[in-house]
Structure formats: C-alpha cells, structure tokens
C-alpha cells in the first residue's frame, strides 16, 4: 500500500472515529440537571431569609373572580370600533387567518349577546374554588377541589395536577374537571381526584415574572413546590401544549414526586427521536398500528402543516414583545389571533370553511371565557414570553429532552393534533411508556374538545400504573 492511500486512510479512519464520537455524544442519554427550587422570580429583591419568606408566603388565599361595570364598559366600547376591517380576498375564508367577515359576526355575538350576560359567566367561572398563593416571589392562581371524607368510601383517591398551555387557560379543563372531581357523588365511579390546575406563571391571574430565565424547567419547579405547598408529595399530571413540556420536565426532575405522567400531546424532540420518525417512514408497518398509519405518514404532510401553523411560534419565540403589543387593549385583534388557533388546530381542514369553524366542536361561549380571561388579565404579552425563555441559550443547554424520564407515561394521540410521535420515538425519553393510545376524532384542545374521551384515556391509565406498579391511594 502506498504512503498516499495509507495517509488517506488514516484520515478517513479519524474522520470516522470523530463523527462517531460526535454523534453518539449527541444521541447520548444524560443525567437530570439540578435545577435551584428557591429561585426567586419576584419583582422585589430575594429574601436573605428564605426559611422566614416561606412561612410567611405560605398562605393560601381564596379568591373570587370579580370585575367593576367600567371594565366592561370600556370593553364593549372598545368593540364598537371595528369599522375599518379589511375584507377578505374573493373565494378565500380561513387560508389566509382569520375570516374578517366571520370576525365581525364574533365580534357583535362577543359585545351584543355575551358581554350583557358577563354577570352570568363570571358566575360560572367562579364554580370552582379559585386561590392564590405565593411560590417562589410570584403570586400564582389555581384551582383546588378537594373530596370530602365520606365521598371516599370505597374508592381509590389520588391528587392530579393539570396543565394548561398556550393560547388556553384553566378554562379549558373545566367540563374535564366535573369528570374528574363531581362525578365522584356517583357511587359506580370507582376513583376520585383531589384536582389541582393552576394558571401558568404569566397566565391569566397568575403573575409574571421582570426577570429573564422562566422557562419550562423553571416553571416545572413551581408547579412542584406548588403541589408541596398543597401537602401532595406524589399526584398524576396530565397536559398538553406547554403543559406536556412542564408535565413531562416535572415527572424528569422528580420522579419522586410524580405517580404517573400523561399526555395529550406526548413529543421527544431529541436528535436520536427525530431521526427514527424519517427512517420509519420507509417502513411504517414496523413502527405503527394498522389503521394509525396517518397519523404518522407522509412526513411531508406533516412538515407543510407545521410550516403553515408555525408562524406565530417564531415570532412569539423572538420577538414576543411586539406581537404582545399590537394585542394589547386591542380586543378584536386579540380575538382574531386567539381564535384563529381553536379553528386550525382543532381540524386543518376547517381553514377552507368561512367560518373556521369554530362552533363545530365548542361552544361560542367557552371561547370567550377564554378570551375574557386573556382580555382581562392583560397577559398576552406575559404568557408568550414562555415561547422565547424555552429557545433562550440557558434554556436549551438543559438538554431535558435527553435526559430519561422513568416515571409511568401514558400517551393519547388524537388525530387532528399539531404533530405526533411514534412510540420507538417516545420509548427513548419515557423508559415506562405504560398506555399508548389512537383517537380518530379530536384535535389540539381535547380537554375542550372531546373531555369524556381524555377522561377515559386517563382513567384507563391511571388503571394500568395501578396494576403494574402497585401504587398508594391518599
């Protein structure tokens, strides 16, 4: 061999052994970081005595929801003006955002029928009991509904935490709540829940924070100290959107804490995940029930939807600021953004209809109880930020998508969400993925949507982290 061919494949072995170093060190699984519980997050300097802080911020207050006649006042002023809406183009409803013929039908619904009943639905909103407490400098709100002793007899009893995201609220869990909690009068419902939902920091009546770094890890640490403070060492989770990356970074920082994980909107976006949902694509029979194949497949479907829906994530991801400006005080703008998402995100296929729509799976009302509570709050631009803190340089190096999560997961998929993943993906971050399940009907929103089907989905998982891993009722 000469001493050109041996240089050469001396080269080409390093290449090789560097490369292969590389990527096994991307693909690599890592330990969890160590994440402070007591960062402060406050406006005001942190406490010296944090032990002093504790016990004097450990109060938890009850609340109800209550806003003065100006407000709203004000409001429906606010709404006369939409006068100057530029019309859609000839032939086109929901492919362009939203219909602005269709938006000013919301608009008068919004000021002329449910703005005079706002009596009512703040009335409905307070029907669950509504706190605040102090965790970590923030001042943050929750739902608590708690069973009663002599409503326990006979059935198995656990705390479960559920997790909102963006651009919903608590609102959206409150027909999964009933589930959940008041059908525990019924003596052949075998389970009750002790049901925790706060408002994410920068949501709704939840504070957020003047300081850069809250993240979804960080928040992850809230949520925690938050069910500590309640007196729940171990509870479920249950989310999607921003609340499956909090539930999941939960259930990995914690798994002690944590006596199952389950998901509406399960995803691993690690580099090793990422590269064996392309190579499944050209063997789907391995890698997906018969029948579910579309959910999956072809890729390319699925990357043109995320191009066209994924708009609002980089802006709100790198300049968050000014799109929350241009919505502040700025009602029928914020309605047309908002809405926009329950119509595409619950159903691509509702952009071709003039109406998005929008009522074909909700009720006109519950969206704007959503909208009310965003309005009212002032806390567009405050929940937005959440998507630039996950992409903050601090926040990536965390790197909690490869780090493994041993904690039971469950995982429902309904067909007309963002994006899924298959379960050899998911198996790699969720060592103990328990139930895996398909939904041909639902979108982005099930716990709006379709709440008897996720109530099932997660009744039937929280039977199957029973049976496998002998867990302790309260």
């Known amino acids: 061999m000469g001493v050109t061919v041996k240089i050469l494949v001396l080269i080409l072995a390093v290449a090789g052994g560097l490369v292969y170093r590389n990527v096994t060190q991307l693909w690599a699984d890592l330990p969890a970081p160590k994440l402070d519980p007591q960062e402060w997050w406050g406006d005001e300097a942190q406490p010296k005595d944090y032990d002093a802080y ?25 709404l006369n003006r939409t006068l100057r809406l530029t019309p859609p183009l000839e032939g086109v409803a929901f492919e362009y955002g939203f219909n602005t013929d269709y938006l000013r039908e919301v608009v008068e619904y919004w000021r002329d029928d449910y703005l005079p009943r706002w009596r009512e639905r703040e009335v409905f909103l307070w029907q669950f009991n509504h706190f605040t407490t102090d965790i970590q400098g923030l001042r943050t709100h929750f739902l608590h509904l708690m069973v009663y002793d002599d409503n326990k007899v006979g059935k198995k009893h656990y705390p479960v935490l559920l997790l909102h995201g963006w651009p919903g609220s608590v609102r959206e869990f409150y027909d999964f709540i009933h589930l959940l909690h008041l059908t525990n009068l019924d003596k052949n419902n075998k389970y009750i829940f ?128 000014t799109i929350g400006a241009a919505l502040t005080d700025n009602p029928v703008g914020l309605a047309a953004y908002i809405l926009e998402k329950f119509s595409t995100w619950t159903n691509p296929s509702y952009r071709s209809l003039p109406d998005g729509g929008l009522t074909k799976r909700y009720k006109m009302d519950a969206l704007l109880d959503n909208l009310m509570i965003y309005y009212l709050t002032n806390s567009i631009t405050t929940s937005q930020r959440l998507y630039a ?13 490869r780090v493994p999560t041993r904690v039971p997961t469950g995982c429902a998929r309904f067909k007309s969400d963002i994006m899924q993943f298959l379960d050899v993906q998911l198996k790699d971050k969720y060592l103990n993925l328990v139930h895996s399940t398909y939904h041909k009907k639902g979108g982005h929103f099930a716990a709006l949507e379709v709440p008897k089907v996720l109530y099932k989905d997660f009744i039937d998982f929280v039977k199957t982290v029973e049976r496998k891993f002998k867990i302790k009722t309260l």
């Not at 938890?60 to 002023?77: F, W």
């Not at 601090?394 to 909690?400: I, N, T």
């Open 194 to 321: 002790n049901v925790v939902v706060p408002s994410l920091p920068g949501y709704g009546w939840s504070q957020g924070t003047s300081r850069k770094g809250l993240g979804p890890a960080q928040v992850a640490v809230m949520m925690r100290n938050l069910m500590l403070r309640l007196g729940y060492d171990k509870f479920f989770i249950q989310g999607g959107d921003w609340g499956s990356i909090i539930g999941s970074n939960i259930a990995t920082l914690y798994p002690e804490n944590v006596l199952g994980y389950h998901s509406n909107m399960c995803n691993n976006l690690s580099p090793k995940s990422l590269a064996k949902g392309l190579v499944a694509e050209f063997l789907p029979s391995l890698f997906v029930p018969s029948g579910f194949e579309d959910f999956f497949f072809p890729k390319s479907n699925e990357l043109r939807y995320l191009m066209e829906e994924s708009g609002y994530f980089h802006i709100q991801a790198t300049k968050p600021d």
């Open 54 to 78: 504790l016990k004097n911020s450990s109060e938890v207050i009850g609340n109800r929801l209550s806003y003065p006649d100006k407000t709203i006042a004000d409001l429906k002023e606010r």
């Open 389 to 401: 803190e996950q992409y903050a340089q601090a926040q990536r190096d965390l790197h909690l998508e």
